[in-house]
């Protein structure tokens, strides 16, 4: 197998590097898929040291702080409402921190886990306020103490996880929230995806995204372990950001309701999906659940 180094000069060119990098991950998924339930933290934190390590070009190495904080402060303003002065807030799978030093300034304590060594090296070297701290831990039971935490934020993550261990991580995430803690997920939507590496290459999620979820089976999930109150935007984006603190507070639905609206695009024509999804709002899954 070749190896590239740091050396963007080392690196194939760059309309190769998609396919390159699908490649590896294919292998390193087969990998992690293979493994058992006692294996899968410490084969997680290896496979993905190996990934970073082996694709150089990859998002995560070479992202632009500028560009990473100005999308913070977007997220921020979209869903910094939902938390409170005196929270402790979670970012699992926090990678080089960003999202957890713009929460930082809105609530008591901030902490990022992330399995990779490599993505918490680089969010401890970064300037960050003193009431934030990065850790090495499992992200399936994060290791923090039961009604330890009030908020809870898994962005692009879910998909990264063995589908087997959802349930339990789902139920573990419960367990650590403080009865009113709230849990913010953001993951792709397999009904418009796939969106990993694999897009262009195969019609279903072949990389690192083990399986995409919809917004419908997320909630049903979250229900189970144990959630309430599971809700999601009933505006866009855009429309949410103009929007004041309380109004974006007030203004999401009913899981079920976005469940109604994946039956209509799934009605309708593969070719059409595409357009549909951004105003059905259900292009991606977003979903914030309460613990009872």
């Known amino acids: 197998m070749t190896t590239w180094t740091k050396d963007p000069r080392s690196w194939p060119p760059a309309e190769e590097r998609p396919r390159q990098h699908w490649l590896i991950e294919q292998r390193l998924r087969e990998e992690l898929l293979a493994t058992a339930p006692m294996q899968r933290e410490r084969a997680t934190r290896e496979l993905y040291n190996t990934l970073f390590d082996t694709v150089p070009w990859h998002d995560a190495n070479v992202a632009d702080p500028v560009a990473a904080e100005a999308y913070e402060e977007y997220w921020f303003r979209l ?4 938390t409170r002065p005196a929270d402790v807030l979670l970012d699992i799978g926090c990678g080089r921190g960003s999202l ?15 399995a990779s060594d490599s993505m918490v090296a680089i969010a401890r070297e970064a300037e960050s306020p003193s009431n934030a ?31 087997d261990d959802v349930p339990g991580h789902l139920r573990a995430v419960h367990e650590i929230l403080r009865p009113g803690g709230r849990f913010l997920i953001e993951t ?3 009904i418009t995806g796939p969106w990993d590496i694999s897009r262009g290459f195969t019609e279903t999620a072949s990389g690192f995204h083990l399986r995409e979820y919809t917004n419908a089976e997320m909630g049903e999930m979250l229900r189970a372990a144990g959630f309430r109150r599971v809700r999601g935007p009933a505006v866009p984006a855009r429309v949410l950001a ?16 976005k469940g109604a609206l994946e039956a209509v ?12 999804a951004g105003p059905l709002l259900v292009r991606d899954v977003t979903l914030v659940a309460e613990r009872r």
């Open 100 to 114: 957890v030093r713009r929460f930082a300034g809105a609530v008591t304590e901030a902490i990022g886990l992330d």
């Open 133 to 163: 701290r990065f850790v090495v831990g499992n992200l399936l039971t994060p290791p923090l103490p039961a009604r330890s935490v009030d908020f809870v934020v898994s962005r692009q993550l879910m998909e990264h996880l063995h589908p």
């Open 265 to 276: 695009l799934r009605a309708a024509p593969s070719t059409a999906r595409a357009a549909l």
């Open 188 to 190: 792709p939507s397999r």
């Open 242 to 257: 103009r929007l004041g603190p309380r109004a974006r507070r007030l203004t999401y639905v009913p899981v079920r309701v």
């Open 79 to 82: 869903y910094g409402p939902l």
